[in-house]
């Protein structure tokens, strides 16, 4: 299988299933990565690194984090960004799959990145339908903290874990060769 195919699609799907926390948190980190040239969009895509998406995307994160602090409101924002997330994370893994058959690029997409975020959205709906039931929109706030905190670490990981998994392996690779190199000098010295 090759290297790119599965770098993508670990990326694509870490910020699928973030959007699932926050729709527009991982398009703003996408957006900025790739801007910074780490987040490699396809063909088509490259509207993702402009100055207009970042903007863009960076107001209606600020919008949507601070409505989710509003109880009862966080309820109904949640009916309107489940489709959205569904969307977000269909784009995103879209945006990134090295796939050459448009069709069989965003069906995978819908499959594989909307119905992550559709799984964690899930997930989030519930927990602040029992957070509203439980204490009566009081405890809401707490549950939007850590789905933003869940939003941002998991966007941010899903970008740099790829390069962190790089720089793991080319120091192993120097710890390998410095370690073992030494070994071997040193059986000839004797």
Same mark, same amino acid.
């Given at each position: ?42 063909? +088509? &895509?490259?509207?993702?690194? #402009?100055?207009? %998406?970042? =903007?863009?995307? !960076? *107001? ?48 995978? +997409? &819908?499959?594989?990145?909307? #119905?992550?975020? %559709?799984? =964690?959205?899930? !997930? *989030? ?63 000839? *010295?004797?």
């Amino acid at each position: 299988m090759d290297k790119e195919l599965i770098t993508a699609v670990a990326i694509g799907i870490g910020l699928s299933a973030s959007c699932g926390f926050r729709v527009f948190v991982p398009m703003l980190v996408a957006s900025i990565a790739a801007k910074m040239g780490i987040f490699p969009v396809n063909e +088509g &895509f490259q509207w993702l690194a #402009g100055w207009p %998406a970042i =903007i863009s995307f !960076g *107001t209606a994160t600020i919008a949507e984090i601070l409505a989710y602090y509003i109880p009862f409101i966080d309820n109904l924002l949640d009916t309107i960004t489940t489709p959205m997330a569904v969307g977000g994370g269909t784009l995103l893994l879209t945006s990134v799959l090295p796939i050459d058959n448009e069709f069989l690029k965003w069906a995978a +997409g &819908f499959l594989f990145g909307g #119905g992550a975020a %559709a799984t =964690i959205q899930g !997930g *989030t709906v519930l927990t602040r339908l029992a957070s509203t039931k439980l204490t009566a929109g009081a405890g809401n706030s707490v549950v939007a903290t850590g789905e933003h905190a869940a939003a941002f670490g998991t966007s941010v990981l899903a970008v740099l874990i790829p390069l962190v998994f790089a720089a793991v392996v080319i120091l192993l690779i120097i710890y390998l060769i410095t370690k073992f190199g030494r070994r071997i000098l040193n059986r000839k *010295t004797i």
